[in-house]
Nanobody, 116 residues
Framework: QVQLVESGGGLVQPGGSLRLSCAPS????????MGWFRRAPGKQRERVAL???????NYAGFVKGRFRISRDKVDQTVDLQMNSLQPEDTAVYYC??????????WGKGTPVTVSS
């Protein structure tokens, strides 16, 4: 069973930056989309950013130009650069990869806390 391993979460002050990374434990065939989601305390999981196999990106409205998703097609990694973080960005962030044959993989999540 392929696993997604996330890293880069932690505690940061308001206005600070973090970079999240996600890598699969083995190669995945036919990836069509990679993305990041988050679940804040007491809230439902929500989409943060997606990138498809053509490199086209899509961001949630609350990102407002602060985050940037990128991927490495060779290593099959997906990163999320987060700038100008605010307390409302506090959440557990999850990596997701969708691929052919109904493959829908999720990481275990990496916590991000924005607090002074």
């Amino acid at each position: 069973q392929v696993q997604l391993v996330e890293s880069g979460g932690g505690l940061v002050q308001p206005g600070g930056s973090l970079r999240l990374s996600c890598a699969p434990s083995e190669r995945i065939g036919g990836i069509y989309a990679m993305g990041w989601f988050r679940r804040a305390p007491g809230k439902q999981r929500e989409r943060v950013a997606l990138i498809n196999s053509n490199g086209v990106t899509n961001y949630a409205g609350f990102v407002k130009g602060r985050f940037r998703i990128s991927r490495d097609k060779v290593d099959q990694t997906v990163d999320l650069q987060m700038n100008s973080l605010q307390p409302e960005d506090t959440a557990v962030y999850y990596c997701n990869i969708g691929a052919q044959n109904n493959v829908d993989l999720w990481g275990k999540g990496t916590p991000v806390t924005v607090s002074s």
